[in-house]
Nanobody, 116 residues
Framework: QVELVESGGGLVQAGGSLRLSCAAS????????MGWYRQGPGKSRELVAT???????HYADSVKGRFTISRDNAKNTVYLEMNSLKPEDTAVYYC??????????WGQGTQVTVSA
């Protein structure tokens, strides 16, 4: 069973930066996209960014120009570089990886807190 392990969350002041990482413990059959969702306090889970195995990226409007997603296919790892962080970016960030043949995989979540 493949696991997604996230790291890099924490507490940062507004305007600061953080880098999240998510490593899959093995190869995911039929994987196309990896990415990040987030869930803020009292909010529903929302898509933040995705990247396909051939490098096509998609961002939520709220993070465009501030966040950058990338992936290393050889390491089965996806990254999220977050700059110019705002208090409204405070959330638990969840990594995911899709599969054509299995249920999607999810990480356990990592807390990002941005203080004003």
């Amino acid at each position: 069973q493949v696991e997604l392990v996230e790291s890099g969350g924490g507490l940062v002041q507004a305007g600061g930066s953080l880098r999240l990482s998510c490593a899959a413990s093995g190869w995911i059959n039929g994987n196309r996209a990896m990415g990040w969702y987030r869930q803020g306090p009292g909010k529903s889970r929302e898509l933040v960014a995705t990247v396909t195995d051939d490098g096509i990226r998609h961002y939520a409007d709220s993070v465009k120009g501030r966040f950058t997603i990338s992936r290393d296919n050889a390491k089965n790892t996806v990254y999220l570089e977050m700059n110019s962080l705002k208090p409204e970016d405070t959330a638990v960030y969840y990594c995911f990886a899709d599969s054509l043949y299995e249920d999607d995989y999810w990480g356990q979540g990592t807390q990002v807190t941005v203080s004003a």
